[in-house]
């Protein structure tokens, strides 16, 4: 069974950072998943927010984030971070990680959570102005 748990969330002041973690199991680092944070605000849409194939190291970091997030894995240790730098107010949503078998990383600019069947539970990130 596929299971991801995020860890990291937490009040933060703006310009502040934090450090996500995504813990997996059930699949290895090798078998051909993406793994992607997503995050989702208060009355807004789910909004893709950076991938990464394992792998191969493979990335992909939005635009709106690719100065300040940067996403990584620790193969060894199953868990894949999302470091978030310089936050802002409009960074605070619930952030989710989740896993899909066969996705490209890159391929989150263009087709979402398309192909993501596994999701955590979320972590709550709230940045304070």
């Known amino acids: 069974e596929v299971q991801l748990v995020e860890s990291g969330g937490g009040l933060v002041q703006a310009g502040g950072s934090l450090r996500l973690s995504c813990v997996y199991s059930g699949f290895a680092f090798d078998d051909g998943y993406a793994i992607g944070w997503f995050r989702q605000a208060p009355g807004k849409e789910r909004e893709g927010v950076a991938c990464?194939?394992?792998?191969?190291?493979?990335?992909y970091v939005a635009d709106s984030v690719k100065d300040r997030f940067t996403i990584s894995s620790v193969n060894a240790k199953n868990t894949v971070y999302l470091q978030m730098d310089g936050l802002k107010p409009e960074d605070t949503a619930d952030y989710y990680c989740?896993?899909?078998?066969?996705?490209?990383?890159?391929?989150?600019?263009?087709?979402?959570?398309?192909?993501?069947?596994?999701w955590g539970k979320g972590t709550l990130v709230t940045v304070n102005s």
């Open positions: 990464i194939n394992p792998h191969d190291g493979t990335t």
């Open positions: 989740a896993a899909g078998l066969g996705v490209t990383a890159v391929a989150m600019g263009v087709i979402g959570d398309y192909g993501m069947d596994h």
